[in-house]
């Protein structure tokens, strides 16, 4: 599929991975609306790239189906779904301060994998009523992370939710090929995203030292050309891919 003139749904597209792919799409001829918990950098993105911001939590069904309904309302038909949004917090499973709260668990999982699952589905369920281009209906794209395979000491929460979006991209795609819509997950390593962007610079090239090649922070770009060749080759289906420069994570 090519994105000239296509309807984009960005999902996290006010800072990061997100917005860069934003960018990426809407210099390929893309419409793109992004969705953001943050309203400022939500509208930042939009107003850049002449697209549409929307506000609203991906893990609750209300706000999703309204922000599908204004993408389509100015955009036409969703073709590419980028699931982008996330968070994350560190906390052993037990530690000094006992076990580790349920309630922080349960929220990381809900943005991250449930938050995913319900963009997929509520697009999906529009994308099916599209008429076809070529081969397809549409592409969704999730983004997981080597945390998923190679979760550090801290990272249960962060890790199951990062697996679960791993262990849904197969079947997923499986469920929505009879309706021409392809399902990829992209399984980031070390991005310069606004979490590590926060560190101080000596920190930053310690982590990039750890890659094997190129012994750097990947850049969001990177993680944005990647989705546009998903979208634009047909074959790409049902898999995650590793963008990592070749880590494998150690326990610390």
């Known amino acids: 599929m ?3 003139d296509i309807s ?29 918990m943050n309203k400022d950098g939500a509208e930042k993105v ?7 911001a929307l506000v609203g939590d991906v893990s609750e069904e209300a706000p999703v189906k309204d922000a599908i309904a ?13 699931n982008c949004a996330g968070i994350g917090n560190a906390g052993k499973t037990v530690g000094k301060n006992g076990a580790y709260s ?6 990381v999982i809900k943005v991250n994998l449930i938050g995913s699952f319900n963009c997929i589905r509520l697009v999906a369920e529009r994308m099916q009523n599209a008429p076809t281009i070529g081969e397809e209906r549409g592409v969704i794209i999730n983004t997981a992370s080597v945390a998923a395979y190679d979760g550090q000491i801290g990272q249960a929460a962060y890790s199951s939710s990062k697996g679960g ?3 849904m991209t197969l079947p997923v795609a499986r469920d929505l090929a009879s309706l021409n819509i392809r399902v990829m997950t992209i399984a980031p390593g ?7 962007m926060g560190l101080p610079q000596e920190a930053q090239d310690s982590l990039g030292k750890q890659v094997p090649h190129p012994a750097r922070l990947g850049d969001p770009s990177e993680y944005a050309a990647l989705a546009v060749h998903i979208v634009e080759n047909p074959m790409l289906n049902g898999e995650v891919i590793r963008l990592d420069g070749a880590i494998r994570m150690a326990p610390r």
Do not use: N
Request: aromatic residues 2%; charged residues 20%.
């Open 70 to 82: 204004k993408a389509e309302a100015a955009h036409g038909p969703i073709r590419i779904l980028v």
């Open 190 to 196: 070390l991005f310069l995203t606004p979490l590590l």
């Open 165 to 167: 979006i791993v262990g």
């Open 46 to 52: 939009a107003a850049e790239i002449k697209g549409l």
């Open 8 to 36: 984009v749904l960005v999902t996290g597209g006010g800072s990061g991975l997100g917005a860069a792919t934003a960018r990426a799409m809407a210099a390929k001829g893309a419409k793109v609306a992004v969705i953001d």
């Open 2 to 4: 090519q994105l000239k």
């Open 102 to 107: 349920l309630a922080d668990y349960t929220r």
